[in-house]
């Protein structure tokens, strides 16, 4: 679609969506976003755009000299990785709570973590700076060595998927999580800290705060943040790796092999330059889509989710959606819909289907393919998937 561009006194809005299908609360905190000094150019509404803590999740914001750790969002390093498996449809059983039970039992979900470090080899780097983080985390390194290769909750998922190719689909792997409980927490007490400094006294939202290039405290969340991003993608790819001992051992019969995992962040902050400038490009709920690159975009448990190629638009940042995008918050979510809803919404799909994941219901997303249509200039789709288990904390 054309994007629609949107003027409210400070840099410009580029929506991949239309207007009036931001809501006011959203659109009121990407005016706040576009109105502060440090964003440069504009500011880029994925199609995905929805209300979110301080900034929106859904949006990319370049800045000079400046980065607001409200629009990187609280799980740091959160995003998305999907493998092509050589199994065939016609390789799966009738029956697929074998298989569910299977992950959930080498994965754990929710709060749950591992006895002990599941992949000590990559855990024991990161471990090792742990000491230089923020001293209000010092006291979470054994939880945090434990969390690697772990789920987590929310809408975070791990799901076996077929792709479209017929008349016997290959088989994929998909997982969502990002940097669990220590991302969190490094993230909050970085928005605590921003919140204090003068220079963010007067900001509309006093979750916008901003850190300031060459101070002390931005060196400390750079420090914070990029440590962060590589945990969650440690995390990822330890559950990749537990995640496909799972698919061996239980398709022992026969030589299962996989393709290289394809990764993408979708909370985070990159180095990079734009309109000939060197900025720090923070990306909530977005993908970076470079010309050529290839991302993960997931619809709901029960939708469909897609691998793409990014076509390098500049406007966008370079960027594309993370996902549907919610439509409704979780507490409307669950007095709108029944679990008898949820049942008919995932049906097909081996997944929860409990009051406990009623929030993740399907109907409380936008609709993926409408949101893959207005960013057709941003990515091509290059595979089409479709969940035949989906497991949830």
């Not at 074998?98 to 471990?127: C, K, N, Q, T, Y």
């Not at 742990?130 to 985390?137: G, H, I, K, N, R």
């Not at 399907?362 to 089409?384: C, F, H, R, W």
Request: proline content about 5%.
């Amino acid at each position: 679609m054309a994007i629609e561009v949107v003027s409210c006194g400070g840099k410009p809005i580029h929506l991949w969506t239309k207007r009036d299908e931001v809501e006011d609360q959203a659109f009121a905190q990407l005016s706040n976003v576009a109105a502060l000094p440090w964003v440069f150019h504009h500011v880029a509404a994925m199609p995905d755009v929805h209300f979110g803590v301080g900034a929106t999740v859904g949006s990319v914001v370049a800045m000079r000299d400046a980065v607001a750790p409200a629009a990187v969002g609280v799980d740091i390093g959160c995003g998305m990785g999907a493998v092509r498996t050589s199994l065939r449809a016609s390789d799966l059983p009738d029956n697929l709570n074998g298989l569910r039970r299977a992950i959930e039992r080498v994965i754990p979900v929710g709060f749950a973590s591992h006895r002990s470090p599941a992949r000590p080899d990559i855990a024991a780097p990161l471990m090792n700076e742990f000491d230089d983080l923020a001293p209000a985390v010092r006291g979470r390194r054994d939880r945090a060595a434990c969390q690697l290769g772990t789920l987590g909750g929310g809408n975070h998922f791990i799901e076996v998927c077929l792709d479209d190719h017929q008349p016997d689909p290959f088989v994929w792997l998909m997982l969502h999580s990002g940097s669990r409980n220590i991302g969190k927490e490094l993230a909050e007490h970085h928005i605590a800290v921003a919140r204090k400094l003068a220079h963010n006294a007067e900001l509309p939202d006093r979750d916008l705060a901003v850190f300031l290039a060459g101070t002390p405290q931005m060196a400390a969340y750079r420090r914070d943040l990029f440590w962060a991003q590589r945990y969650a993608f440690a995390n990822r790819r330890i559950m990749f790796d537990l995640l496909m001992g799972v698919i061996v051992d239980a398709f022992a019969g026969l030589r299962v092999t996989f393709e290289a995992p394809i990764l993408c962040h979708h909370n985070y902050v990159a180095e990079e330059v734009h309109f000939g400038r060197e900025v720090l490009v923070t990306r909530k709920g977005a993908i970076r889509a470079g010309r050529g690159e290839l991302g993960v975009i997931p619809g709901s448990m029960g939708t469909r989710s897609y691998i793409v190629r990014g076509l390098g638009n500049a406007d966008s940042f370079e960027s594309a959606s993370h996902g549907a995008g919610r439509k409704m918050s979780r507490g409307r979510a669950k007095r709108t819909f029944t679990t008898k809803d949820l049942a008919q919404q995932t049906e097909g799909v081996c997944c929860r289907k409990d009051a406990g994941v009623l929030d993740e219901i399907p109907g409380a997303y936008k609709p993926i393919e409408t949101v893959m249509a207005n960013q057709s200039d941003l990515v091509e789709i290059v595979e089409t998937l479709k969940q035949i288990v989906c497991v949830k904390g």
